[in-house]
């Protein structure tokens, strides 16, 4: 995919329709595409500051519906242009009757977003048409890496003691997030472990209707279960087609171990 395509496909990206196939390669762009990134952070930072503006009553500011005239609307005569950025109220009735349409139509939707973006890389990583970044079968390395590679926390992945075989680990991006990621195998079945911090919470619209009492949540997208759970400065998902109980025991597992690095001291001393 390339920027054009991304860029025309920021609608649904944003808005979260689409297939899970366009999501993922939209990300797939943005991972590698700096200037795609920042643009699709803009507008997502022009989105909110005009919902912002319609809700609170607030009068647009020119700069603003500047940013709007560039986007949604080719040049204009001067004389249009001073009427745009002066306001009218037909116009700002009818981007906040787009805005309240779009909100319905998402809020009626489930769109689990999050599960579908997870198990499309899972499915990725754990099929072959896409190796980890680091492929390693020490979670104490594979910590390492994560730590390396990501802005936020990342806590040690489960070890065998929760019944799980790493495999390797990387980073990607979900929705316009970025997420470390842990692969490897339960009872004889691919698990993907998925990293995000606390903050994408608010990324994710479906996540908000799940009680917050509920220390781990459980949903199905096709033959998968899926897992997620708060933990400290992470939100982490435990993805694959294992029963709920095994998930929950790797979720369980996730960060209970020493963040000195002494099995990996006492490996190198016997060694």
């Given amino acids: 995919m390339n920027c054009t395509q991304a860029r025309q496909h920021w609608h649904l990206f944003h808005d979260s329709e689409g297939d899970a196939e366009l999501h993922l390669q939209v990300n797939e762009h943005l991972e590698h595409c700096p200037e795609c990134a920042r643009w699709f952070q803009q507008q997502i930072v022009l989105e909110e500051a005009i919902t912002h503006s319609l809700v609170s009553g607030m009068e647009p500011t020119a700069a603003i519906w500047s940013r709007i005239e560039q986007q949604l609307?080719?040049?204009?005569?001067?004389?249009?242009?001073?009427?745009?950025?002066?306001?009218?109220?037909?116009?700002?009735?009818?981007?906040?009757?787009?805005?309240?349409?779009?909100?319905?139509?998402?809020s009626s939707s489930p769109a689990p977003e999050l599960a579908a973006l997870s198990v499309a890389v899972h499915d990725k990583l754990t099929s072959g048409r896409e190796e980890p970044n680091f492929v390693s079968s020490s979670h104490v390395d594979i910590e390492d890496y994560l730590k390396q590679h990501v802005s936020f926390p990342v806590r040690c992945p489960p070890r065998e003691d929760a019944g799980f075989e790493a495999r390797g680990g990387g980073t990607c991006r979900l929705a316009n997030d970025s997420a470390a990621y842990v692969v490897g195998?339960?009872?004889?079945?691919?698990?993907?472990?998925?990293?995000?911090?606390?903050?994408?919470?608010?990324?994710?619209?479906?996540?908000?209707?799940?009680?917050?009492?509920?220390?781990?949540?459980?949903?199905?997208?096709?033959?998968?279960?899926?897992?997620?759970?708060?933990?400290?400065?992470?939100?982490?998902?435990?993805?694959?087609?294992?029963?709920?109980?095994?998930?929950?025991?790797?979720?369980?597992a996730y960060g209970s171990y020493p963040h000195d690095h002494s099995v990996k001291s006492v490996r190198q001393r016997a060694s």
Avoid: C, Y
Avoid at 79 to 102: E, M, N, P, Q
């Fill in 73 to 106: 609307v080719p040049p204009q005569p001067a004389r249009i242009k001073k009427w745009l950025l002066f306001g009218s109220a037909a116009l700002t009735l009818l981007v906040a009757s787009l805005l309240i349409a779009v909100s319905i139509e998402n």
């Fill in 185 to 252: 195998q339960v009872d004889g079945e691919s698990v993907s472990l998925f990293i995000l911090s606390r903050d994408s919470l608010s990324h994710f619209p479906e996540l908000q209707a799940i009680p917050q009492r509920q220390r781990t949540r459980h949903q199905r997208h096709g033959a998968h279960d899926i897992l997620l759970m708060e933990f400290d400065q992470n939100l982490v998902l435990a993805v694959g087609k294992v029963r709920a109980e095994r998930l929950q025991r790797l979720l369980d």
